[in-house]
C-alpha cells in the first residue's frame, strides 16, 4: 500500500511564502503524474498545479507565477513552493499521486490527508 503525507502548511500573512511537501511511503516502484489540488470550505476541490512523470507542469491560472510544483523522485517527493500568497489561497491542500505500485501491473491513484495553509493579516 502506498500513503501520501503532506507537511509544510500553517499559517502566514498576506505576501508571504510557505513550501508544502508531500511524501510517499510503501510499496512504491515509481511515481508517476503528480499534482497538488485545495479546497476551501463550501468550495469544490481545485486544481492547482500538475507534473508530470516526464517534468511537464501546469499550473492555475491563479497561481501562475507565484507558484511552483516539483519533483525529487529519489525521495519520492513532490513539492509546491508558494510565494506571494493571497488571502484567497487560503484552504486544506492535498498531494494527489498517480503510483505505480511494486508488483502491480495497474497504476493507482493515491490522495493525502491534507494540509491546512492559511494567510492572513
Known amino acids: 500500500q502506498v500513503h501520501l503525507v503532506e507537511s509544510g502548511g500553517g499559517l502566514v500573512q498576506p505576501g508571504g511564502s510557505l513550501r508544502l511537501s508531500c511524501a510517499a511511503s510503501?510499496?512504491?516502484?515509481?511515481?508517476?503524474?503528480m499534482a497538488w489540488y485545495r479546497q476551501a470550505p463550501g468550495k469544490r476541490r481545485e486544481l492547482v498545479a500538475t507534473i508530470t512523470s516526464e517534468d511537464n507542469t501546469n499550473y492555475a491560472d491563479s497561481v501562475k507565477g507565484r507558484f511552483t510544483i516539483s519533483r525529487d523522485n529519489a525521495k519520492n517527493a513532490v513539492y509546491l513552493q508558494m510565494n506571494s500568497l493571497k488571502p484567497e489561497d487560503t484552504a486544506v491542500y492535498y498531494c494527489?499521486?498517480?503510483?505505480?505500485?511494486?508488483?502491480?501491473?495497474?497504476?493507482?491513484?493515491?490522495w493525502g490527508q491534507g494540509t491546512q495553509v492559511t494567510v492572513s493579516s
Open positions: 510503501g510499496s512504491i516502484f515509481r511515481l508517476s503524474a
Open positions: 494527489y499521486g498517480a503510483v505505480v505500485v511494486a508488483h502491480n501491473p495497474a497504476m493507482g491513484d493515491y
